[in-house]
């Protein structure tokens, strides 16, 4: 059984269309259930714009967050405990987020032209109500202050007092006055654009412009595949622990107090802790790995960035636990030494 070696671990280059579909028939089913009508008969101006507006501009602050400043692994592979071992580089987080992005912004899109058939062949009545806003003038300062960006270039999208007055709901004693009650959705159009789309798409626009500054500048990842062959056992080459005492060493997935620890961080770290190591120019480094866990294009990489670094003299040594399996961990990390051209240590408990 002998390692070998697949292309890059990165996101698939084109996406099915099914998905760019149903996230843009998401978006009109988003935009028909938002605005289906209460047992008041009227939509609430002020959840439609938290739902459609102040939502997707929060989640646009977290993903700029995430870009500059993201270095941790994914929430989702820290489920179970850690269970999913792979350490995404920089540019698949970026990869990852673009994808993400470009997702939301379907949805936009599906919401916006949902919105524009509803208006189309619909009578939406408009209001707002609230049970902690009292004033009048606190929502005509706040509708304000989110127009800012657009009052002078639409400025009948910007509500003004009388059609804040009128449209004030109270369920106790309602307003009949409806004549104003359709003109909130030059508001809620120019919200959707200005604080949903748009920003997915600066975004989106920033994500590819990092993304290709990034390329040819960072390690690939690559996964190992299992493929059988006919390699000899003897291709590998063996010793005893007691020869590489005076090695420096390195643990794989192992914490522990002795040498240094990798692989339990995310991808920058364990690169930056490595070229640290590698500073102190050692003679040879002893690799100590969790046997029972599969080898990883992780490790590969940092083998190779010690060997052009000038250290040819490298070890493997599996230490064993009480779930280690002999046929399948050993023969995969044993495959592993043999690929990477590393001594084989006996194994420990």
């Not at 820290?78 to 987080?93: A, D, F, G, I, M």
């Not at 004549?179 to 748009?198: K, V």
């Not at 003299?313 to 050993?330: E, G, S």
Request: hydrophobic share 50%; glycine share 6%.
């Amino acid at each position: 059984m002998q390692l070998t070696n697949t292309p890059s671990l990165t996101l698939p280059p084109q996406v099915s269309w099914l998905l760019w579909l149903v996230a843009l028939l998401l978006g009109m089913g988003i935009a028909a259930g938002s605005l289906s009508y209460s047992p008041s008969g009227r939509i609430n101006v002020l959840w439609i714009w938290l739902l459609w507006a102040g939502l997707p501009l929060l989640g646009s602050v977290a993903s700029l967050w995430a870009m500059f400043f993201g270095s941790g692994r994914p929430w989702l592979f820290q489920w179970r405990n850690r269970t999913v071992h792979w350490h995404p580089s920089k540019r698949q987080r970026l990869e990852m987020l673009a994808l993400l992005q470009s997702f939301w912004l379907l949805i936009g899109v599906g919401m916006l032209v949902g919105y524009w058939l509803l208006l189309l062949f619909t009578d939406l009545a408009f209001g707002w109500s609230s049970t902690l806003i009292d004033e009048q003038q606190t929502v005509l300062a706040l509708t304000e202050t989110i127009a800012t960006p657009w009052q002078w270039l639409w400025p009948a999208a910007v509500p003004d007092a009388s059609v804040i007055e009128s449209t004030r709901y109270i369920r106790i004693a309602p307003n009949d006055n409806i004549t104003a009650a359709g003109e909130w959705w030059p508001f809620l159009m120019a919200s959707l654009l200005c604080y949903n789309l748009l920003p997915r798409l600066v975004l989106r626009g920033l994500l590819a412009m990092r993304l290709r500054h990034l390329r040819g500048h960072e390690v690939n990842v690559r996964a190992p595949q299992l493929t059988v062959t006919t390699t000899p056992a003897s291709a590998v080459s063996e010793a005893s622990p007691t020869d590489w005492q005076n090695a420096m060493v390195v643990q794989w997935e192992i914490r522990s107090d002795a040498g240094t620890v990798l692989g339990v961080a995310d991808w920058q770290h364990d690169e930056a802790a490595f070229k640290a190591l590698l500073a102190d120019k050692p003679h040879s480094l002893l690799w100590r790995v969790n046997a029972s866990r599969s080898p990883v294009g992780e490790l590969s990489d940092l083998i190779q960035l010690a060997r052009t670094a000038g250290i040819t003299r490298q070890a493997l040594q599996a230490v064993c636990d009480a779930t280690t399996d002999p046929a399948r961990h050993l023969a995969s990390w044993r495959a592993f030494a043999t690929q990477q051209q590393l001594v084989w240590l006996k194994e420990t408990t």
